[in-house]
Structure formats: structure tokens, C-alpha cells
């Protein structure tokens, strides 16, 4: 079955820096990439999402990247602001048509 | 819009006592899963339902049951508790599967935390 390793746990970052998370994935069948943010006391919400036919998507300051053939992707956050902190989650839908979740990723701004 | 609703939002349990969890969503969701959410583990599938009356089992399912009699509800049941099923567990639901080609976003609810003593 699929497997997700997110890194990195906790990240920490300047406020107006840039935050890197990335995540890879071992079932080369799946096609489906979302990333969700979970804030203190909430249920996760999905931020982006990306499909094996696309390489890249962007939303204003967040994107996401896909690598099919090394079976990875990323989610970059840009011009970091303090409302960005929180735990987030990539996910990948393996081929039992379940979403397997990675470990999350906490991310820390520093004012 | 209430979404996604759960309740409790807090529970203990002693060993060996049954409860069950409620979630109800307002979406008409056809498709709706229980996650339960462990430190450093990511959210876990425990069992999913793609419409009323059809249940299945996820990646964790052992020691819970499910049912699905309208789109509306989706109970979570804990037979008999143990101190391994202490955890957070969110019910979720989407217009259709949440993942795949056609993988839609997931709705969550608040969640549940239950400790079992």
C-alpha cells in the first residue's frame, strides 16, 4: 500500500521568509496531491490541491509542486505572515482509493 | 453553514465501556470517513461510507463499528474501549471520493477527543 514521509516536523521561519515542506510517496499509481492546514483546536482544511497531470499550482502565495518521477512534492509558502502557523498535512490517494497522510508539519513564524 | 458537525467535542471512557461518536453533515455529501489523529502519526482511516447504506473499512478498523442509514449521519461506534483507541478522531465528508482523478476536498469536522482510562 502507499506510504507518505513528510519532513520536515517543525519548521521555523522568519516572518516575510519562505517555508518549504515536502513529502514523498511510494505507490506510483496515485494521482491525487492535497494539502491540508490544521490550526489549534480545528479539523484540517484543504489549502491546495495537484494532480498527476500537472506539475505545478499556485494560489497567491502558496503553490505546490509534483516530481511523478521521483515520486515527491513540495509546498511552498512565500512572504510567511504569523496566521500561516499551524500543522500541515500532504496527503496521497493510493491505489485502494484511500488517502494516505503524511506525519504534518508544524510551522512555526517568528515575528 | 454548519458543515460538519461532531459531539462530543471531549469524552473519557473507562476500559471496556462502549460509546458512540455522532456526525452529522448539512452538504448532502455522498461520502463520508472517521480519521482518527495521533501525534507524529498523520490522521488515519478508520471506515468510509460512499453513500447510505454502504460502509466500508479503512486502514485502522479494528475495534469500531460504522453505519450509514441516511446521507445526513454517520456514527462512530467504540464496542468495547481501550487505552490504544485514545485519540482525536475526525469525521470528514466530500461531494465524492477525496482522492483519485476525480478527488474532491474533504470537509472536517472539529473533531473528538477521547481519553479511555
Known amino acids: 500500500g502507499e506510504n507518505v514521509e513528510q519532513h520536515p516536523s517543525t519548521l521555523s521561519v522568519q516572518e516575510g521568509d519562505s517555508a518549504v515542506i515536502k513529502c514523498t510517496y511510494s505507490?506510483?499509481?496515485?494521482?491525487?496531491f492535497p494539502w491540508y492546514k490544521q490550526e489549534l483546536g480545528k479539523g484540517p482544511q484543504l489549502i491546495i490541491d495537484?494532480?498527476?497531470n500537472v506539475g505545478e499550482k499556485k494560489d497567491q502565495r502558496i503553490a505546490v509542486t509534483l516530481n511523478k518521477t521521483a515520486k515527491h512534492f513540495s509546498l511552498h509558502i512565500t512572504e510567511t505572515q504569523p496566521e500561516d502557523s499551524a500543522v500541515y498535512f500532504c496527503?496521497?490517494?493510493?491505489?485502494?482509493?484511500?488517502?494516505?497522510w503524511g506525519a504534518g508539519t508544524k510551522l512555526i513564524i517568528k515575528p | 453553514n454548519a458543515g460538519v458537525t461532531q459531539t462530543p467535542k471531549f469524552q473519557v471512557l473507562k476500559t471496556g465501556q462502549s460509546m458512540t461518536l455522532q456526525c452529522a453533515q448539512d452538504?448532502?455529501?455522498?461520502?463520508m470517513s472517521w480519521y482518527r489523529q495521533d501525534p507524529g502519526m498523520g490522521l488515519r482511516l478508520i471506515h468510509y461510507?460512499?453513500?447510505?447504506?454502504?460502509?466500508d473499512q479503512g486502514e485502522v478498523p479494528n475495534g469500531y463499528n460504522v453505519s450509514r442509514s441516511t446521507t445526513e449521519d454517520f456514527p462512530l461506534r467504540l464496542l468495547s474501549a481501550a487505552p490504544s483507541q485514545t485519540s482525536v478522531y475526525f469525521c470528514?465528508?466530500?461531494?465524492?471520493?477525496?482522492?483519485?482523478?476525480?478527488?474532491?476536498?474533504?470537509?472536517f469536522g472539529q473533531g473528538t477527543r477521547l481519553t479511555v482510562v
Open positions: 470528514a465528508s466530500s461531494y465524492r471520493t477525496p482522492q483519485g482523478p476525480r478527488g474532491t476536498e474533504a470537509f
Open positions: 496527503a496521497a490517494g493510493d491505489s485502494n482509493y484511500q488517502l494516505i
Open positions: 495537484i494532480r498527476s
Open positions: 461510507s460512499v453513500g447510505a447504506g454502504i460502509t
Open positions: 452538504m448532502n455529501h455522498e461520502y
Open positions: 505507490d506510483s499509481a496515485s494521482n491525487y
